[in-house]
Structure formats: structure tokens, C-alpha cells
């Protein structure tokens, strides 16, 4: 049975209007919580929207269906994104939403599999993700599961060392059901990415490592879809990475015009203004 999304209730939303309600999730969740990583959420919630609700083959009811493909969350932090696209594919019940980050919930503000169905891995100690999608996607193919494996990682990722051999090795095994996705937000806790460790020119080192490479723009959906759709239908023996440059707290612009590093500072009134200013560009 193909589970994809198209088989679907709710198939038919657009994915401009999945993005918008994975950022009011996130939104929600971080009011709850009065913090949260709630730049990068909103940054990439429209690579989220692509991935659930156009790219990945999955059954919500069934987050460990062996036919799956697997989605994983190198950045850990990042899971307050997760979960919000999680609840919109109806992997998550909803009314959760206001446990996040408590006691007892299985949405803790740092990704823990054991917690969390639909969280492949635990994310946190940054640079270990692809590794692990490297044996995934080396599994899959020993046992002839034609399932992808996706990692999403971060453009800090890049400057791990860890990060680099597991390039090496996935062109090594020619893994073409490996897909890395990079949110090149180009924010670190300590400034910009490209002050700290510069990893450009970021195309030619992937190409360099055996893998065919793409850069888009990480906000403009068309250009996201494309994205995917090309890296799936790539008939070369060899990984794909997809590098997505995007805008931290996309879709608030009194957020998005800040001086931002890694953590974004909203104040406690804040919360219900970044949640009305998004109202007002809700697709139609």
C-alpha cells in the first residue's frame, strides 16, 4: 500500500497553508513555555511543510511501518519544528500541544526518541545525525527496502568533523536513498556561521565529496518542491544533499528584523503579537 501523502485526508491543503500552521504551532508551543527555538522553527517550516506533505512516504497511524521513509532531526533543538509538522500530519494528537516541555510529556524542548513517536533519533550532540543516516540508508539497502532516509542538520553541523566522514562514507556506498537536508539560517550561538567556521563554498565541497548537490532558497516553496522532486528522481548511483538558505523567524517580520544569533528573545507579550501579525498572512 503507498501511504503517501496524497492518499490522505486532508491531501488537498495546500502546502503554503501547512507552512503557516507548522509556524502557529511552534508559535503556541513556545508561548507555552515562554522560550523555545522559535527562529529556526519558523525558518524552516516551509522545508517541514515539503517533506510531510510532498516528499516523504509514511502512514501517521503507523509511525514505525517499516516502509516508512525516515526522517531524522540531527538538531535536536530544533524539535519544538518537529513536533508542530508531527501534530499536522496527525502523527501527534493536537491537544498535546500544551504539554510541551513539561513534566511527563512526550515533547521534551530537546528531541528524545524514546519519547516521542515519529522522532527516528535523538538529536543534540550536533554532528551526529548524517552518521546515522549513513548506516540507516546502508540498512535499507541490504535488506532491499526501497524506503529514503532524510537528515536534516544544521549549517553549524558543518564544522563537525564527524559530519564530514559521514559524507565521505555515504558516497563511498553510492547511497542514492540518502537524502541531507541543511538550513543554512547562517546563525550560530556565537554569531554568524560564516564568521565562525566558514564552510564555503559550500556546493563545490558536497560535489567534492561525491554527492549530487542543490542550493535553493528554503523559503520559497516552488523552489523547495523542486528541490526534492529532483533529488528523488535522481538516477545516479550517489547521495543527494539539498542545501536550504533560509530566513530565522520567517513569516513575523518585527521577529525577523532583529539581531539574531542562535535564541531569539521574546518577551512574554510578544507571544500573542507574533501569533496575530502571522494571522494576518494566512494563506488562503
Same mark, same amino acid.
Given at each position: 500500500?503507498?501511504?503517501?501523502?496524497?492518499?490522505?485526508?486532508?491531501?488537498?491543503?495546500?502546502?503554503?497553508?501547512?507552512?503557516?500552521?507548522?509556524?502557529?504551532?511552534?508559535?503556541?508551543?513556545?508561548?507555552?513555555?515562554?522560550?523555545?527555538?522559535? +527562529?529556526? #522553527?519558523? $525558518?524552516? %517550516?516551509?522545508? &517541514?511543510?515539503?517533506?510531510?506533505?510532498? @516528499?516523504?512516504? *509514511?502512514?501517521?497511524?503507523?509511525?514505525?511501518?517499516?516502509?516508512?521513509?525516515?526522517?531524522?532531526?540531527?538538531?535536536?533543538?530544533?524539535?519544538?519544528?518537529?513536533?508542530?509538522?508531527?501534530?499536522?500530519?496527525?502523527?501527534?494528537?493536537?491537544?498535546?500541544?500544551?504539554?510541551?516541555?513539561?513534566?511527563?510529556?512526550?515533547?521534551?524542548?530537546?528531541?528524545?526518541?524514546?519519547?516521542?513517536?515519529?522522532?527516528?533519533?535523538?538529536?543534540?550532540?550536533?554532528?551526529?545525525?548524517? +552518521?546515522? #543516516?549513513? $548506516?540507516? %540508508?546502508?540498512? &535499507?539497502?541490504?535488506?532491499?527496502?526501497? @524506503?529514503?532516509? *532524510?537528515?536534516?542538520?544544521?549549517?553549524?553541523?558543518?564544522?563537525?568533523?564527524?559530519?564530514?566522514?559521514?559524507?565521505?562514507?555515504?558516497?563511498?556506498?553510492?547511497?542514492?536513498?540518502?537524502?541531507?537536508?541543511?538550513?543554512?539560517?547562517?546563525?550560530?550561538?556565537?554569531?554568524?556561521?560564516?564568521?565562525?567556521?566558514?564552510?564555503?563554498?559550500?556546493?563545490?565541497?558536497?560535489?567534492?565529496?561525491?554527492?549530487?548537490?542543490?542550493?535553493?532558497?528554503?523559503?520559497?516553496?516552488?523552489?523547495?518542491?523542486?528541490?526534492?522532486?529532483?533529488?528523488?528522481?535522481?538516477?545516479?548511483?550517489?547521495?543527494?544533499?539539498?542545501?536550504?538558505?533560509?530566513?530565522?523567524?520567517?513569516?513575523?517580520?518585527?521577529?525577523?528584523?532583529?539581531?539574531?544569533?542562535?535564541?531569539?528573545?521574546?518577551?512574554?507579550?510578544?507571544?500573542?503579537?507574533?501569533?496575530?501579525?502571522?494571522?494576518?498572512?494566512?494563506?488562503?
Amino acid at each position: 500500500m503507498n501511504a503517501g501523502y496524497r492518499h490522505r485526508a486532508g491531501a488537498n491543503v495546500s502546502l503554503e497553508l501547512r507552512a503557516w500552521n507548522i509556524r502557529r504551532k511552534a508559535l503556541m508551543m513556545g508561548e507555552v513555555q515562554g522560550q523555545g527555538y522559535i +527562529g529556526q #522553527a519558523l $525558518g524552516i %517550516a516551509d522545508v &517541514l511543510a515539503a517533506s510531510y506533505f510532498h @516528499a516523504l512516504n *509514511y502512514k501517521p497511524e503507523e509511525p514505525e511501518w517499516e516502509g516508512r521513509d525516515r526522517f531524522l532531526l540531527s538538531i535536536g533543538h530544533y524539535a519544538i519544528a518537529l513536533y508542530a509538522v508531527l501534530m499536522e500530519a496527525g502523527i501527534l494528537p493536537e491537544d498535546e500541544l500544551e504539554t510541551y516541555g513539561m513534566d511527563d510529556s512526550r515533547m521534551p524542548m530537546s528531541g528524545m526518541a524514546s519519547y516521542t513517536p515519529g522522532m527516528e533519533i535523538t538529536g543534540g550532540s550536533l554532528g551526529q545525525g548524517l +552518521g546515522i #543516516a549513513v $548506516g540507516m %540508508a546502508l540498512g &535499507l539497502k541490504r535488506k532491499k527496502n526501497p @524506503a529514503f532516509v *532524510y537528515n536534516m542538520m544544521s549549517d553549524g553541523e558543518l564544522g563537525e568533523g564527524s559530519t564530514w566522514e559521514a559524507a565521505m562514507s555515504g558516497s563511498h556506498h553510492k547511497l542514492d536513498n540518502l537524502i541531507c537536508l541543511i538550513d543554512f539560517n547562517n546563525q550560530q550561538a556565537d554569531g554568524k556561521s560564516t564568521e565562525m567556521l566558514c564552510s564555503e563554498p559550500l556546493d563545490a565541497k558536497w560535489e567534492a565529496f561525491g554527492w549530487h548537490c542543490q542550493r535553493v532558497n528554503g523559503n520559497d516553496l516552488e523552489a523547495v518542491v523542486a528541490a526534492f522532486d529532483a533529488a528523488r528522481a535522481l538516477k545516479e548511483p550517489r547521495p543527494r544533499v539539498i542545501i536550504f538558505d533560509t530566513t530565522m523567524c520567517k513569516g513575523v517580520p518585527f521577529l525577523e528584523s532583529r539581531e539574531i544569533t542562535h535564541f531569539v528573545r521574546v518577551e512574554a507579550d510578544e507571544w500573542s503579537k507574533a501569533l496575530a501579525v502571522l494571522e494576518e498572512g494566512k494563506p488562503q
